[in-house]
């Protein structure tokens, strides 16, 4: 038991010796936090994207001025676009081609003529496909201006139709579609003998969250699932070292067994990612004020089994490669896409449906689920089970490490 | 001089190629990642965006609500209790809940009705699904209100719920006004194009983002050397130390042009990215962007002293630059300082000129610019680098 824990120490005392690697393992996790914190900060926070959209009115009549004032006077459209009435459909096609546009609403000029006719009448809405997001925003709010128009019309319509038939019968050929007949409007947005399109109205009912988490601790959460695992690389790159410098030979022919050889090697790089998880914790309490929950012994056993999964990574990539160079080529492919499963990238929910199964592979999806559970207000009995599953992945990686791995 | 340059440039391929681990993580890793994030990404292509659907009124007017959400593009609704949907609102599970209350149906022939939603306020795609459900309110508002005008009309004879249906018949299978929405892009003036894709916006970040790994992975060879002597021994040989770090710098940008056809062409054949809408307008921004990303990694070389730092580090750099220039997901919806953060990496700029040749079909003069800031970065970058590098 001694020589594991000189194996341990000796590793460990290596890796802080070498300041600049000590430095990268450790500050730059919260560089990148930052930068995901304020990448993606603003979303969802009040949808505030900013997009520059364009309304081009061609339309002889009337309903275009309408649509284009219904547009631009609602203060929950102008908080997300800036909107600028321009006259030339051509020149802002281009703008939208180009990207300086994410998207523009053309308006027909018989817009108006086709309505009063009974035709369907297209509004064309013009997408930059490089901001697909945004551009689809836009087309929902018009959508949304359009249903306005057409339920307008399509009640005229049905009011002209059932007024002009005799009862209980379908309406007489040749009937006034138009609506006038019957006394009521074309049904355009902003028509003053319009008819009151309250019959059905949409409320928002508060819901009490739950604690929240905000985007800078999702990532704190992510980054640190996915940084304590690049501990594991470096373990294996200390470990391939000493195989092609003899040391681990030497180490061998000691009365060490190998299973205390590998015990203390993975002792070494759990040493090395208690420090790092320490400094994640403590760093982004201190600088991004992220809230890690109030079971802090739940937060420090999550991020044990991290640490041991990482410990577990390590000896499977030393049995991997047989080179420095190889294992940075395995490794980050590894990491990244056990990162990629768990949600460190992207929100795990928004990943493809047949892919989800797969994620219980992955140590950091058990680790950035506990985080965040733990973030909302759960306690150790709630991550438990999580916990247990990122051990069982450590120890099954430990177990192949230890089973293929060659020391000389 | 060629020759030698040439020969230190073809040992650098055999070097990689020696590494197949390595190879495989500079080229199966991003095809992987740009199909997991392709299907992320392509809006309502792939995964549509979950409502929870409460029906309490359990009539053909409730019913409607839900049929009219689902047959939206992109939105799916799954039947849920009101609790269920409280639930998983407040724990962030769902992002919208759609609720029809209890009367609804009879309130809607009073002209009263209700529709209720829940939204948690961090759902990206609220405003969007709040809007859809406004649209349907809308349009039973119409119908409710030609149907109420007509059943209250006694010389009618006419029953609610026919005028209702005749109304919303009016809706199929196009309302009297409805938008039509299109991405545009240059196909007039520059030819065939082909619409982007989900995965475009992956191919292109994953491209740029595992460059970086190339370049980082191929230039690190030069500290392997240095560790093992072999470089010491080279500069004993009749060959200048130009040609050496010319010869390493030509391998590398060999490499990675190697590992860039790779990914396009499989995003272009395997993923239908139109990379090839103008091959020379990609050519430009990806070869400046190679040469940026040498230049780069050669100045990191410079700044580390050993290959495990070298190893160590360029994940991580590469993974940053990625995350701030757009790779990962569209630049469009970061943060203002974060759009300007992009403008000061090399990954943004590859990104913004790939989005202009690729999404956008600019061809060769929108490709102008990014190149020659990218030309700028590499210049620069490769100054530092190979001033400072030490040989031994």
């Known amino acids: 038991m001694r020589n594991l824990f000189t194996i341990a120490a000796k590793d460990t005392r290596i890796m802080v010796r070498d300041r600049a690697a000590l430095l990268v393992m450790l500050a730059m996790p919260l560089g990148l936090i930052f930068i995901l914190g304020s990448a993606l900060g603003n979303l969802g926070e009040g949808d505030s994207l900013d997009a520059e959209v364009a309304i081009v009115n061609q339309d002889a009549g009337e309903t275009g001025e309408r649509f284009v004032d219904g547009l631009t006077s609602a203060e929950e459209i102008d908080a997300v676009f800036n909107i600028h009435v321009r006259e030339d459909a051509d020149e802002v096609r281009t703008d939208v081609e180009r990207g300086d546009l994410t998207a523009a609403l053309i308006i027909p000029e018989d817009l108006t003529e086709r309505i009063t006719r009974g035709e369907p009448a297209p509004l064309e809405v013009l997408q930059d496909p490089g901001s697909a997001v945004t551009a689809g925003v836009w087309a929902a709010v018009v959508r949304a201006g359009v249903a306005q128009a057409s339920a307008q019309i399509v009640a005229g319509h049905t009011l002209a139709e059932a007024l002009a038939a005799p009862p209980s019968a379908g309406p007489p050929p040749g009937a006034d579609a138009s609506g006038a007949s019957a006394g009521v409007s074309h049904g355009y947005p902003g028509e003053a003998q319009e008819l009151e399109l309250d019959a059905v109205r949409v409320t928002e009912l508060e819901v009490e969250l739950e604690k929240q988490v905000s985007m800078i601790s999702y990532y704190a959460a992510a980054m640190s699932g996915m940084f304590l695992l690049f501990g594991g690389m470096f373990g294996a790159f200390s470990f391939v070292r000493e195989r092609r410098e003899q040391t681990l030979a030497r180490m061998i022919s000691t009365p060490s067994s190998t299973a205390v050889i590998v015990g203390g090697k993975a002792l070494g790089v759990m040493l090395i990612g208690a420090l790092q998880f320490l400094v994640l914790l403590v760093g982004t309490r201190m600088l991004f004020q992220v809230d890690w929950g109030a079971d802090v012994l739940a937060v420090v056993l999550v991020g044990f089994a991290e640490v041991l999964a990482a410990a577990g990574l390590a000896m499977a990539l030393a049995a991997l490669g047989k080179t420095e160079r190889a294992i940075g080529g395995i490794a980050p492919a590894f990491i990244m896409l056990f990162a990629a499963l768990g949600g460190a990238m992207i929100p795990a929910e928004q990943l493809p449906s047949w892919l989800l199964p797969a994620q219980v592979f992955s140590p950091v999806y058990w680790t950035i689920d506990s985080f965040l559970q733990l973030m909302q207000g759960g306690a150790l009995v709630d991550v438990a089970p999580n916990i247990g599953a990122v051990a069982a992945i450590g120890i099954a990686l430990l177990g192949f490490g230890a089973w293929r791995v060659r020391y000389e | ?392």
């Open chain 2, 1 to 392: 001089m060629m020759r030698k340059i040439l020969s230190l440039a073809w040992l650098n391929a055999v070097q990689l190629v020696r590494n197949p681990a390595e190879v495989v993580g500079v080229i199966v890793l991003p095809l992987a990642l740009t199909m997991l994030f392709g299907s992320a990404f392509a809006a309502g292509q792939a995964s549509d965006i979950r409502v929870l659907f409460v029906d309490e009124d359990d009539t053909t007017y409730s019913a409607q609500v839900g049929e009219l959400i689902d047959a939206e593009e992109s939105l799916r609704i799954e039947d849920a209790t009101r609790v269920d949907a409280e639930t998983e609102i407040a724990a962030g599970d769902a992002g919208v809940a759609v609720l029809v209350p209890r009367g609804f149906a009879d309130a809607l022939e009073r002209g009263s009705a209700t529709i209720e939603v829940m939204r948690n306020p961090n759902s990206q795609n609220g405003f969007a699904i709040v809007s859809v459900v406004q649209g349907i309110a809308t349009r039973m508002s119409g119908n409710a209100a030609a149907a109420r005008v007509v059943a209250a009309t006694p010389a009618l004879k006419a029953d609610f719920d026919d005028v209702y249906q005749t109304a919303d018949a009016k809706w199929s299978p196009r309302p009297p006004v409805y938008a039509e929405a299109s991405q545009v892009v240059a196909s007039e003036v520059r030819g065939d194009s082909v619409i982007a894709e989900g995965t475009t916006q992956s191919s292109i970040g994953f491209t740029v983002w595992f460059i970086l790994f190339m370049t980082f992975g191929s230039a690190g060879g030069i500290l392997e050397e240095r560790e093992q002597g072999t470089l010491r021994r080279l500069m004993v040989a009749p060959v200048s130390r130009t040609t050496i770090l010319t010869g390493k710098v030509v391998g590398t940008v060999l490499a990675a042009t190697v590992q860039a056809l790779i990914l396009v062409l499989v995003g272009a054949f395997g993923f239908g990215v139109p990379w090839g809408n103008d091959p020379l307008a990609v050519v430009m921004v990806l070869g400046a962007y190679i040469l940026a990303g040498t230049g780069l990694a050669v100045m990191v070389s410079a700044l580390v002293r050993t290959r495990d730092q070298m190893s160590g580090l360029s994940p991580l750099v590469s993974t940053a630059l990625a995350m701030v220039g757009g790779c990962m997901w569209p630049l469009e919806i970061v943060s203002p300082f974060m759009q300007t953060a992009a403008k000061l990496t090399p990954t943004g700029w590859a990104v913004m000129g790939l989005t202009d040749v690729v999404f956008r079909n600019q061809g060769v003069e929108a490709a102008m610019v990014p190149t020659l800031v990218l030309l700028g970065f590499a210049g620069v970058m490769l100054g530092i680098g190979v001033k400072m590098l030490k040989f031994e």
